[in-house]
């Protein structure tokens, strides 16, 4: 509950600052992060497709299952899965055995900013939970879609990060979940262009923290 309180109070400043003229703190997430794309024009981008999302009522979680979403990663080819793949792709000289497991390389936590090397202390998450997906549209997906979902490595719904931060996430939306301030950018960024990827609806609310938090990019 603290963690959510203090997540409210940090994106109330951000309005507070943007008001005044001034530019939100932002850390250097955008720069270190090999997660979604940063800068003015990644964010004019995002803005553009948040701007484009429908908004609806989330819907119930009737009939929801994590095996409606299939059975876990799937094979990618050349001894690889869907974990191995992520990795490869969000970390910083990532070596791997002929396993395609990585033993070394170096990647930072979108949720809480973290600089992880061992790549056995990361979790491999979805952005944007199942359940969330399922609130917004994903319920009436053919299970093939779903799998695909589950498994999309391509257009940013999977993302490293640290086990702590992965376990303490939950499946809620913006602002009743978000990360640790330096990563808004990161992770609106992602966020949006994973709903309007899928065509999944967010909530009036969802949509106004997620502008609160473009405008730290």
């Excluded at 600089?115 to 969330?132: K, N, Q, R, S, Y």
């Excluded at 931060?165 to 992770?187: A, F, I, M, T």
Aim: contains cysteine.
């Amino acid at each position: 509950m603290s963690i959510r309180v203090s997540a409210r109070v940090l994106l109330a400043a951000v309005v507070l600052v943007a008001a005044a003229g001034c530019v939100p703190p932002g850390g250097t997430a955008a720069s270190t992060t090999p997660a979604p794309a940063t800068g003015s024009g990644g964010s004019v981008e995002a803005s553009q497709k948040l701007a484009a999302l429908t908004i609806g009522k989330a819907g119930s979680m009737a009939g929801y299952s994590r095996d409606k979403f299939g059975d876990g990663w799937k094979s990618q080819g050349n001894s690889c899965d869907t974990r191995e793949i992520v990795l490869q792709q969000q970390g910083k000289d990532v070596k791997s055995g002929k396993d395609c497991k990585p033993t070394s390389g170096t990647w930072v936590s979108l949720y809480d900013g973290k600089t992880v090397t061992e790549p056995g202390e990361l979790d491999i998450d979805h952005l944007v939970p199942e359940a969330e997906a399922w609130r917004t549209g994903a319920a009436s997906w053919s299970q093939e879609e779903r799998e695909r979902f589950a498994n999309d490595y391509s257009d940013g719904e999977l993302v490293a990060v640290s086990a702590h931060s992965n376990r303490s996430k939950g499946d809620d939306p913006p602002p009743d979940y978000l990360p640790v301030q330096e990563q808004w950018c990161n992770y609106a960024t992602g966020w949006v262009k994973v709903k309007h990827t899928f065509k999944l609806t967010i909530s009036g609310k969802e949509r106004d923290a997620l502008t609160q938090m473009l405008a730290t990019c």
